[in-house]
């Protein structure tokens, strides 16, 4: 008999952790490394959050709370939606958990029986095609290349949804590429949904507020009503609020949803931390103004690494809408080989030499579901981009 479940085997670990992980350690080891893996804001969580935690602490907001959030958080979460997405959410509706990660995965072990399938636009987020396998679903993916911006198109979405679909999983803007969708291509999705009642919608809006240039986000039950009973409206303070540590994540969805969500998080985590949900509380009701501030210091990064990149021949990268990443194809590159000897046969080689030679870390395209390509975090300072992308342009420079 195995000690270790089964369940392991259906699942990888997370590739974005594991890059972080190895560039710390070859920092630790004395090597020069540049790390572009992370997907965390290098800004500290503004001043009036961290206040309206150490308030709760010494208020004594010490103690297990209600199991999917505090009231006031629930009020704040719905507040939000009705100002920023126009969804009128009741506190019933919300739910609240550790971390935008715990949500997703909440709601799928509440909602998939074996066979169950999933719909997945790619390039994803590293975590949805394993959270559904752990669930024991079935992912099943679109592949959205960067000639057609990393968006799916509404005939790809619905030749995907078979008798078996239970959720299609939206993202945008999305991790890893920060395509956004605009409202008329959101709406040529909603409109295949509309034909199909029984798949549910899983919008994963956690980059909500990390937009650029004129890009507008908008949310699919915003932009069609119609589905607003069969769509999870998943959010979280991580991101917009440089607050990816103190593990708040939320959801809006149907009332027999959010009660399923609540059984699974009662039986694992019991409750998010209660000072992190005060400080969540001040995240959304307090100012908003910092966002617009910290997002033209990502424009500017943005920029800056899109313009580097673009000076490489066999890269091609798209303009993202929103998020911080950026994800350049490779195709040019592949069956090159690097000045260290290695052949670029796909591209986690092309990650592992560029580490190895360049001290650079970045993310391999493998990981997220559309390959050849890589994932640049640019939550970092000017000096480190430009740095890292001088790195990239003389690895390139000298394959053969
Ligand atoms: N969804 C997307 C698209 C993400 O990129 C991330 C974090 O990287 C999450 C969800 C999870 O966020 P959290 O840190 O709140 O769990």
Known sequence: MSFLSATLDRVQPSATIAVTNKARELKAAGRDVIGLGAGEPDFDTPENIKNAAKVAIDAGKTKYTAADGIPE?????????KRDNGLNYTPAQISV?????????????????????????APYWVSYPDMVKLAGGMPVTIEAGV?????????????????KTKWFIFNSPSNPTGAGYTADEVKGLTDVLMKY??????????????????????????????????????????????????????????????????????????????????????????????????????????DLVLSMLRKIDGISVPTPEGAFYVYPSIAGLIGKTSAGGTRLDSDSTFATALLEE?????????????????RISYATSDEALTEACTRIQDFCATLT
Not at 97 to 121: H, R
Not at 148 to 160: M, N, R, V
């Open 73 to 81: 958080l629930k009020e704040a979460i719905c507040a939000k939606f």
């Open 97 to 121: 958990g550790t971390g935008g990660k715990q949500i997703l995965y909440n709601a799928l072990m509440a909602t998939l029986n074996e066979g169950d399938e999933v719909v997945i636009p």
């Open 147 to 163: 000639d057609q911006g990393f968006k799916i198109t509404p005939d790809q979405l619905e030749a995907s949804i078979t008798d």
């Open 197 to 302: 009642p029984h798949v549910w919608v899983m919008t994963d809006d956690m980059y909500e507020h990390l937009t650029y240039d004129n890009y507008v986000f908008a949310t699919p039950a915003q932009i069609e009503p119609g589905i607003l009973d069969r769509t999870l409206t998943c959010n979280g303070v991580s991101k917009a609020y440089a607050m990816t540590g103190w593990r708040i994540g939320y959801a809006g969805g149907p009332e027999k949803l959010i009660s399923a969500m609540r059984k699974i998080q009662s039986q694992s985590t019991s409750n998010p931390c209660s000072i992190s949900q005060w400080a969540a509380v001040e995240a959304l009701n307090g100012t908003q103004e910092f966002i617009a501030e910290n997002n033209r210091t990502f424009a500017r990064r943005r």
């Open 358 to 374: 360049k001290g650079v870390a970045v993310v391999f395209g493998e990981a997220f579901g559309l390959s050849p390509a890589f």
